[in-house]
């Protein structure tokens, strides 16, 4: 099946500081990806649609230019935590959809990425 | 708007029993897709399967086997002579159509924990 590869898989960062998440698919072309966010015990709410060369549609309640999206390629959209608190220590997990026309296809999913703000 | 509830939040059962989860799901749209993933401890999640709207047939695969009930609006996930690797958090998954962007709704999870 597709790959999704999400990068890093963890991170540690101190408060105040911004973290980069890479999303990207490896053998298809994704115009749309989604990033979802996941808190312990809790179910993934999707935090914002990527759209590739154009601006992200975020979810009600999800501060945009706290969670900066970058979708600049067919194959990459990027997920900025800017000036991260202990409040945004979660479990990140983007998906992508392969575009190529079939419609019912599944969205897969990457890897997720762990953040523990300190 | 779109809702997905799983209202079985943990579930524990003995190796080899049978365990059925549940979902029940709203939409307005009659283009849907509804999905089952698994996620083991590590946080991946697996993809199980897939159903559009369309297809009310039931599916086995191995132990797992799913019923599709449109008339109910469930989509219940079985699996059967459960296994202590079967242990996850199971979440479905509603999907609006494509074209209307896609997205994915999920339900709370259902926290399955399989006992040898």
């Known amino acids: 099946g597709a790959v999704v590869s999400q990068h890093p898989s963890w991170v540690i960062c101190k408060s105040g500081t911004s973290v980069k998440i890479e999303c990207r698919s490896l053998d298809f072309q994704a115009t749309t990806m989604f990033w979802y966010r996941q808190f312990p015990k809790q179910s993934l709410m999707l935090m914002a649609t990527?759209?590739?060369?154009?601006?992200?549609?975020?979810e009600q309640g999800v501060e945009k230019d706290k969670f900066l999206i970058n979708h600049a390629s067919l194959t990459l959209s990027t997920l900025t935590v800017t000036s991260a608190h202990p409040e945004d220590s979660s479990f990140y997990i983007c998906?992508?959809?392969?575009?190529?026309?079939?419609?019912?296809?599944?969205?897969?999913f990457g890897q997720g990425t762990r953040l523990t703000v300190v | 708007a779109q809702k997905v509830t799983q209202a079985q939040t943990e579930i524990s059962v003995v190796e080899k029993e049978d365990v059925t989860l549940d979902c029940v799901y709203e939409t307005r749209d009659t283009t849907y897709y509804l999905f089952w993933y698994k996620q083991p401890p590590s946080g991946e999640l697996v993809f199980l399967i897939r159903?559009?709207?369309?297809?009310?047939q039931n599916e086995i695969s191995g132990r797992y086997s799913w019923n599709f009930q449109k008339s109910t609006s469930s989509f219940n996930f079985t699996i059967t002579a459960s296994q202590v690797v079967d242990s996850a958090v199971y979440f479905c998954a509603l999907s609006e159509p494509y074209n209307q962007g896609g997205k994915l709704i999920f339900g709370q999870g259902t926290e399955l924990s399989v006992k040898p």
């Open positions: 159903r559009n709207s369309f297809d009310e």
């Open positions: 998906s992508a959809r392969d575009t190529k026309g079939v419609e019912n296809t599944e969205a897969f």
């Open positions: 990527s759209n590739e060369g154009s601006k992200a549609t975020y």
